[in-house]
């Protein structure tokens, strides 16, 4: 058989193969196909061999440590069920979500509503009981602050070189989410050190350092700004380091980076290619070795409420690019996260499209499975280039803790939001079942509220039957273990640590069908309290077309549109007899709503969608 399969045929130049397609689209330019993206790079429509290789991920290893689904539940003994379910169905790596309150270094509370209370010994006793937890890695992310959950968890091993995984802090990612905490960054980098030093002599296959990114992916943020922004994260807790005495080899091997992917495949694909690249050369800026453990979680932002079995298909591509991207670590969303009503099936599910990818497609057996792509290769070499550009940006105006406080990262971010959000209205970008191809007999599952279980009476009673109390004048991991060993609980343990704290403006969070989903709601209320649906009539005066966008816009929103005068409850007045501030849409009027018109020009969806509030208001539908 001939090796040279295909050296027969003649070589094709660019500029030959741009007249023949400039032919088949009949008078169109050849640059009329070109897109762009969100991070405002240009995506062509024929990469060829003149765009150059750039970077060859590690191979990952063809097991199942890479699985790391978040196990969450109300109680400690729910998430003990979940943690053996995990296990059972293939899961090595126990990836606990705390509650907001532990995050915290509060007690746990009546307030949070998701997460595992752990507020004491005796609740991470409960979570891992029946578990062997020298074989099984813990995930865990701490919020601002790891010494205390690192000791927690350290108290229940009777041998703490055991204890494997991570237990981090992200202080800047917190912050970024909460916008609040009661320490200062300098006492958080201080805790850094401790749980560092702590770690290399008494748990040596624990990391403490969890730089996250989910804050900035969820409020809309492009994929060059989450790259720059873990970047910059790192680069400031290797400073901070560095500042207290630590070599830099060690605190580089106690982080682990945590991206978010979205359907966007080639675009995540290249995210995590170049972030390999990129924090290689960071950390041996630094003095440290380049080697990125990176833990990859599937978006929150993408999923949508209605049409909820086709967050599966959402989340298969996503987790495709994480594994084809190089992540070490992946946790596959629920289909019905943005629901925030997981059940086993959606568990199962979404650890079963992992199985798939390693198990049945075997995608971790190539190395760099993207390699040689010019599309991949080129998209790599920009987001790594682009995003380099904004790192050295946020590092000019002082790092990432001056640039979340002046809110400058904020108004970045919300640019990019506001463009998303508008694509979905424009249905530029299409989500299945939300603004195209929609079920309009689906009726959202609407939650009552979930009732907590009541966390107050439990510590009570479990204060009541412990020794005295320990508080801790000092951020010290060995105190906390003996502290919680003694009946400590987490709040108590941090009591004395509270200082006057940091605050700034918390990003806000976002999905990307969430406008149009509250509209379709309360047409669904509208339903129930009128009988039907709501009606748009359009009327048309004279001559000229309706904006592309109404009909759909409407539609999506639950709105039954008619093209005639009929008793309807909104009327949208288009064409050239009734042009108003020269807009295609001339007025729009509510009809028979306490007797009075009301008139919105409407230039935008944007203010189609306000002119839609405005009107389940006046109905006193509740949006």
Known sequence: MNKYTFREFEEVSYDEWKRLAGKALKGKCVESLEQKTYEDIVIKPLYTKHNQAFVRPKLLQENKDGIAQELSALTPEEANAAVKRAIAHGQSILHLVVDEATRQGEDSNEKTKKGIPLSCKQDIESVLQGVDIENHPIFLYAGYH???LIGMIASIYPNTSDMKGIVGADPLGHMAETGHMPVTFGACYDAMKEAISWSRKKAPGLRTIFVRTDAYHQAGANSVQELAVAL????????????????????????????CVDTQLF????????ARVLWKKIAEMFGAQGDIHMHVRTSGRTKTKYDPHVNLLRATTEAFSA?????DTLHVSVYNEALCNNDENGERWARNIQHILRGESHLTKVLDPAGGSYYIETLTKEIAERAWQLFCRIEQ??????VLKDGWLHKEIAKVAEQRKTDVLLSHKKIIGTNVYINHNETSKLLTETVQVNRLMALQAYKAGRHATVLLPTCDVEACITAFKNGATIGEVTASWATQGEKM???????????????????ERHKV?????????????G????????????TACGFSVESQEVQADIRLVYGSEAMHKKTAIAYTALVGVKANEYERCIQHPADLLTFLEDFYQMQEVAL
Not at 233 to 254: D, F, S, W
Not at 505 to 523: G, H, Q, Y
Not at 529 to 541: D, N, Q, T
Request: net charge positive; no cysteine; proline share 5%.
């Open 146 to 148: 790891a010494v205390p």
């Open 529 to 541: 309290v009128r009988g039907s649906r709501p009606i748009a009539a359009l009327v048309k005066m």
């Open 543 to 554: 001559e000229g077309e309706l904006p592309f966008y109404v009909v759909s816009l409407l």
């Open 323 to 327: 594994v084809i991207g190089g992540a």
């Open 267 to 274: 675009t995540e694909i290249a995210k995590l290619r170049a």
């Open 397 to 402: 105006a002082g790092g990432m803790s001056i």
């Open 232 to 259: 910059a994260t790192g680069a400031e807790y290797m400073r901070e380091g560095i500042k207290r005495g630590l070599n830099p080899v060690h605190i580089a091997q106690q982080m682990m980076f945590s991206l």
């Open 505 to 523: 403006k918390a990003l806000p969070v976002m999905r990307d069908a969430e406008d149009i989903e509250r509209l379709r709601e309360a047409a």
